[in-house]
């Protein structure tokens, strides 16, 4: 599978090199061997994109999105208290995060309609792993207990399957210069309820 992700502050000559497929190897007899041979454009900006964030777990990787663009593009968002913080070491010798939060104010379109759903889910979310670098620069090992702590998802959890939508882009340090970024993101979002 081939996937790239921009958002809407991308470059217009990256997105470019995005869309630039080869779709000439699938109907010829010359086969495609490697990902580079359907997207020969995109495949160097993956390569060093990759490398470039490659100072953590390799399937964490760091979120360098616009806080604006975060607060505009998730679909819910919640103000939170970090309650507690728990290091946990992987057989393979990762280093992960969990924290547990506390809600207390709703940023966006409700989530807490969802009820005990969304609590239980905030009992043990994943920071991130390692040096793992949250949006507006903190890392997910400096985190800790008191600390406030703004979660943007996209998926209410359903009570037979517990999970929302993570990313690296999810958990941004409550500081009044990201809340206010955050929260110029929610009013440029047509679809929000603008809180």
């Known amino acids: 599978m081939i996937s790239a992700q ?4 991308a470059d217009p000559a990256v997105i470019g090199q995005l869309f630039n497929f080869n779709l000439d190897c699938i109907s010829s007899w010359r086969l495609c061997n490697k990902p580079s041979d359907i997207m020969p454009s995109a495949w160097p900006l993956f390569r ?27 679909r819910y968002g919640l103000q939170t208290r970090v309650e ?16 547990q939060l ?16 969304v609590e239980k ?29 703004i979660f943007m998802f996209d998926e209410l959890p359903s009570p037979d399957a517990i999970g929302l ?3 690296p882009c999810s958990f941004i340090p409550d500081t009044d210069q990201n809340r206010a970024a955050i929260r110029r993101g929610i009013a440029k979002d047509a679809l929000s309820d603008l809180r």
């Open 6 to 9: 921009f958002t809407p502050f």
């Open 48 to 74: 060093q994109d990759d490398a470039a964030q490659r100072n953590g777990y390799d399937h964490w990787p760091n979120c360098n999105v616009p806080l604006e663009a975060i607060g505009r593009d998730y």
């Open 84 to 99: 507690s913080v728990k290091t946990v070491r992987e057989s393979d010798g990762y280093i992960r995060y969990e924290a």
């Open 102 to 117: 506390l809600v207390s104010v709703d940023l966006k379109n409700d989530p807490l309609e969802a009820g005990p759903a």
């Open 121 to 149: 889910e905030l009992q043990k979310v994943l920071l991130g792993w390692q040096e793992s670098v949250l949006p507006g620069g903190a890392r997910a090992s400096d985190i800790k207990p008191g600390d406030g702590m």
């Open 165 to 167: 939508g993570y990313s």
